[in-house]
């Protein structure tokens, strides 16, 4: 009977802190509560709110994109910011970015989508009724 080989690895789970250039399944698997993770559920909620509060399934995979290229732009800019420079190719990569997310933000719809929140009056809810009770 074979033995198990024993654990030589702590089984304590060390988390990596998302950066710029970090892989996107990183990104994604980020705590949302961190400040990176707020950065990108703000975006996100504010695009989903500019598409009118309900986007479709395309819109919502652009929505995924520009948030996740946003967040990315976001943390290159405090690098930046705070004085910083940027590595051989990080500029380039992030002139590709903010051109995609301009591109996605073009097919979204630059200006927003709003929400259809007319009630009906009585008189459209009978003309409604009789419309189908016609067509019946």
């Not at 698997?29 to 509060?53: F, N, Q």
Request: charged residues 30%; hydrophobic residues 35%.
């Amino acid at each position: 009977m074979r033995k198990k080989p024993q654990q030589t690895h702590s089984t304590k789970s060390t988390k990596r802190v998302p950066g710029p250039f970090s892989k996107d399944r990183i990104i994604v698997d980020m705590d949302k509560r961190t400040r990176t993770g707020r950065v990108y559920r703000t975006i996100k909620t504010d695009l989903i709110a500019h598409c009118g509060g309900s986007p479709s399934v395309a819109k919502r995979v652009l929505i995924e994109n520009v948030s996740l290229l946003e967040t990315r732009v976001h943390l290159v800019s405090e690098r930046i910011l705070s004085g910083e420079d940027l590595a051989a190719g990080e500029g380039e990569k992030l002139i590709s970015w903010m051109n995609a997310i301009l591109s996605h933000l073009r097919a979204l719809g630059l200006e927003p989508t709003l929400k259809d929140i007319t009630t009906p009056n009585l008189a459209d809810i009978i003309a409604a009724s009789a419309r189908k009770d016609a067509a019946e």
